[in-house]
């Protein structure tokens, strides 16, 4: 009976020293748990009171460069040795790597005194970077890099002179793991001091596409934009003829995406083949501030994600851009333009002479809104306010329905409409017969595009109902 009771107690007993051991055991052979960069800091890497003079950075896997600081001010002033022709560096980037030899915080201690093999497991064996803070008493700290912790989220370091190693955080590390060419302020379009109008600061953006034509888009002079009057657009658009630009597509489908280009990382310092990245026949654009200053961007291809590799001119280098802002280079011209073919505000006009295939009219016109006055004349014979201003709606509503083909053949012009201007100068609109149903537009010697018969038949038709002694309708 005893055996009976005794024998549970010393089952369970049995099986308590077993769990014991075992417990005991894994305590004694189980690696020490790496320490999350999360940790309570323990103390600094780097802690100098001494003025900072260089840094000397070693990459593993790239070349060697210097960082000078400079103390002269509020703010230290740095130089890159050797720096790339061309560039300028990245302020935060440098005062970011320079910072870290005057404080450097360890997220956490690893081992002291580590041995050999220690250090090798930590990556310090081939280690990511090595660098050396000089300072203007002369002293140095070497500060070596090591390998990315399992969790991803900090590294190893220690200094040269001690084989006691911590971890320090993934920003701190970032800071330090660059090379000459991370640390470059990558040229880009400037951007406009009023957040209210991100555009306003481009007076020009000229885009020559890699196949010779040249898109441009100018801002309009206050006196350019008083003779349109109050719908008169900010830009005008050139491709051989001058056209007032629709200006919504101006800003959304040109300006916009042009400033909004992001350049990404260098690619290639001196090339030798621009053919690859098809920078030896590059569209190429201009935008002039309006400081006056021109800034210049050479577009080649795409890249196997749809990046551009793109160039600046007096910087020796290819470059890799998100392909994302460049929709501008497939903007077709109808799109930029306005849908009329002119338009002048009414006050600018003193006169409207008319060639409608051979029957000759002249409007001549005295307007000054802002006092009330408008007096006009057809053909010297005074007609009512109204139809004037209707007559000259009418020849304003002349649409652009289309770009003409490459090689469309067209006639000789058959309706001639010159407005001459209160400052004596004029423009002159031809429409010459593409068929019975569409008039190339012709301007400045060239027709680019083609308007419908509708919109000169409501012209034409206008002097019969004028004539009758009938009001004009509108439209």
């Not at 260089?54 to 210097?66: E, G, I, L, S, W």
């Not at 100018?218 to 630009?245: D, M, P, Q």
Request: charged content about 25%.
């Amino acid at each position: 009976m005893k055996n009976k009771l005794l024998r549970p107690l010393i089952i369970t007993a049995a099986l308590l020293i077993v769990f014991i051991g075992g417990y005991l055991m894994l305590e004694k052979f189980s690696p020490e748990p790496e320490a999350s960069p999360t940790a309570t800091p323990v103390g600094s890497i780097i802690s100098s009171t001494a003025t900072l003079t260089r840094v000397h950075a070693q990459p593993t896997d790239d070349a060697a460069f210097d960082v000078t600081v400079v103390n002269t001010g509020d703010e230290p002033s740095y130089t890159v040795i050797p720096a790339f022709p061309g560039y300028t560096y990245n302020l935060n980037k440098l005062r970011a790597l320079t910072n870290s030899f005057t404080q450097l915080q360890a997220q956490a201690l690893i081992k002291e005194n580590a041995t050999a093999q220690e250090l090798s497991e930590y990556g310090f064996d081939k280690p990511l970077a090595r660098f050396t803070g000089e300072y203007s008493d002369q002293s140095k700290i070497e500060l070596i890099l090591g390998a990315q912790t399992v969790t991803q989220d900090a590294y190893y370091a220690k200094r040269a002179d001690s084989a006691t190693v911590y971890t320090i955080s993934k920003l701190d590390a970032t800071a330090l793991l660059v090379n000459e060419r991370s640390l470059r302020a990558l040229p880009m379009f400037p951007a406009s001091e009023d957040a209210n109008d991100p555009n306003g600061h481009v007076n020009k953006v000229a885009l020559t596409k890699a196949d010779g034509s040249v898109v441009t888009l100018r801002r309009l002079t206050e006196e350019e934009a008083k003779k349109i009057g109050e719908l008169a657009a900010t830009y005008e658009v050139s491709f051989a003829g001058t056209y007032e630009a629709n200006e919504t597509n101006a800003d959304e489908k040109f300006i916009s995406p042009i400033l909004s280009i992001a350049l990404m990382s260098v690619v290639e310092d001196n090339p030798k083949d621009l053919s690859k990245y098809g920078l030896d026949k590059p569209a190429k654009i201009e935008l002039t501030h309006k400081s006056g200053d021109v800034y210049t961007l050479l577009i080649g291809s795409t890249d196997a994600d749809g990046n551009r590799y793109v160039m600046k001119p007096g910087i020796d280098s290819v470059l890799l851009a998100g392909g994302n802002s460049f929709t501008f280079l497939d903007v077709s011209r109808t799109s930029l333009i306005s849908p009329l073919v002119w338009l002048y505000d009414v006050d600018e006009v003193s006169a409207v002479t008319f060639d409608l295939d051979g029957t000759k009219h002249t409007l001549s016109i005295d307007s000054d809104s802002d006092n009330d006055k408008f007096d006009a004349s057809l053909d010297g014979k005074d007609i009512t306010r109204e139809n004037a201003s209707r007559l000259y709606q009418r020849v304003l509503s002349v649409y652009i329905a289309g770009e003409l083909a490459d090689g469309q053949k067209y006639g000789d012009p058959k309706y001639t409409i010159t407005m001459t201007f209160r400052d004596g100068t004029s423009r002159v609109l031809k429409l010459c017969p593409i068929n019975d149903r569409q008039f190339a537009v012709l301007f400045d010697g060239r027709a680019e595009f083609f308007a419908n018969i509708k919109d000169i038949e409501t012209i034409i038709s206008a002097f019969d109902i004028i004539k009758r002694g009938e009001e004009l309708p509108w439209g």
